[in-house]
């Protein structure tokens, strides 16, 4: 995060609050020493000292003792305020799970079936019942989030991008429920008493594998989710790289083969045409018995089915033929593949890894990595409890950079 910030309308924040402001949206993710927190938040070590003892003064962290590489170090930690537990939704095809987080990383969940299509009334009573449910537990006075972020399937329009805070785009998944184009995020804090904001479940997935998964050790990577249908983020920097629309990451519908299948988005050839689910079912239709989703698909290929393993072997070579012609002009280190068709590991891997090997050739100094997701299932929900995390680190900085902040070029 570069600067001071302020929202629109907002107040000024000086640059010694942004500089605040940002030690605790690194902090968000996890506890840090202050040398790691000097290197994920770009200031010298004697800044962030400085700036920690207003912040540990204000009681918004506090110092533990810890030993980091052998050496005794003081790591920090964002205080466990009454505020700080926030909420998560993850809305996916066949289920709805809602989940709280507080700023220890005590996570509550509870998950629930739908049908698909679900009528959006139903989704929205689901989302309000199980977050009732996980806030019983507990004494209610201990639990009061103050930011929620919601999972969603499918492309999410900017908020800004419409002042009727219509967030879901009417494609693709969103579709298939017959909803059209609704104020989810809106909607979802009416009922649940928070105010929410939408974001796609790639992009989520991608933020929590970046802070708790396979990409910790990268800044600068593709996440491609394949399941019913295929999507993507991109990191770049270390940050979710959204685009002027927030369309960014829409790998299922770049066009691979000019002149292949018809997709439903209008194109040809796209991506999603070559690994999609209905791809995969497409080619194996005279398998016996044959697979409805792409759980099935996995299924017999773990078992040893050569059909399915021959179907899952070419999803592998087209995800590798995709990332080596995208991955040199960003200059991208790693891939992380998520979804229903990452629980193939090895058999899916070796395919991209094979043509990778190809097409990049000598121009490349280095091997880029492919790696399925470590969060697996749970990417979407614990993504969207970091991002409501972040939200409310905002929440922090706004009240920080108030009235009584001077413009100022001090830490």
Not at 61 to 68: I, P, T
Not at 113 to 140: F, K, M, N, Q, W
Not at 194 to 203: F, R, S
Not at 326 to 340: F, K, Q, R, Y
């Amino acid at each position: 995060m570069g600067g001071a910030r302020a929202g629109a309308g907002g107040p000024r924040i000086s640059p010694r609050a942004g500089n605040l402001g940002r030690l605790l949206e690194c902090l968000a993710p996890k506890p840090l020493s202050q040398t790691e927190l000097a290197v994920a938040s770009g200031l010298s070590e004697a800044t962030v000292s400085n700036l920690v003892k207003l912040l540990v003064r204000d009681r918004h962290v506090v110092l533990e003792h810890s030993v980091r590489n052998g050496r005794r170090a003081n790591v920090v930690r964002l205080a466990a305020h009454r505020s700080s537990w926030v909420l998560g939704v993850d809305l996916a095809r066949s289920w709805i799970r809602v989940g709280l987080m507080s700023s220890t990383d005590e996570i509550l969940d509870a998950r629930a079936p739908i049908p698909h299509p679900c009528a959006y009334s139903e989704a929205l009573e689901t989302i309000g019942r199980l977050t009732r449910g996980l806030l019983a537990v507990r004494d209610p006075s201990s639990i009061d989030p103050v930011a929620g972020v919601v999972s969603v399937p499918g492309p999410v329009r900017r908020p800004e991008d419409d002042g009727a805070g219509r967030d879901l785009i009417p494609q693709g998944w969103h579709q298939t429920t017959n909803w059209g184009s609704v104020p989810l995020a809106h909607d979802i804090g009416e009922v649940v008493g928070v105010p929410v904001h939408a974001d796609n479940d790639a992009n989520l997935s991608a933020l929590a594998e970046l802070h708790r998964g396979a990409a910790v050790d990268s800044r600068d990577f593709l996440f491609l989710s394949v399941d019913a249908g295929v999507g993507g983020a991109l990191v770049l920097d270390g940050r979710i790289y959204r685009g002027a629309t927030g369309m960014a990451g829409e790998f299922g519908h770049t066009v691979v083969e000019p002149h292949g299948r018809a997709c439903w988005c209008g194109a040809r050839g796209c991506l999603e045409t070559l690994i999609g689910e209905r791809a995969l079912l497409a080619a194996l239709r005279t398998a016996e018995p044959a697979p409805h989703t792409v759980d099935d698909v996995v299924r017999a290929t773990l078992a040893g089915d050569g059909a399915h393993r021959a179907a899952v072997h070419e999803a592998g070579l087209a995800i590798g033929t995709f990332v080596a012609a995208v991955s040199t002009p960003l200059d991208l280190d790693l891939v992380v593949i998520g979804g229903a068709l990452a629980r193939a590991e090895t058999l899916l891997l070796d395919g991209v890894r094979a043509q990778l090997a190809h097409y990049l050739g000598r121009f490349r100094p280095y091997t880029i990595e492919v790696s399925t997701a470590r969060l697996g299932r749970d990417g979407p929900l614990y993504g969207a409890l970091l991002a409501a995390r972040e939200r409310q680190t905002d929440r922090d900085l706004l009240r920080i950079g108030g009235p009584r902040a001077e413009a100022t070029t001090s830490p």
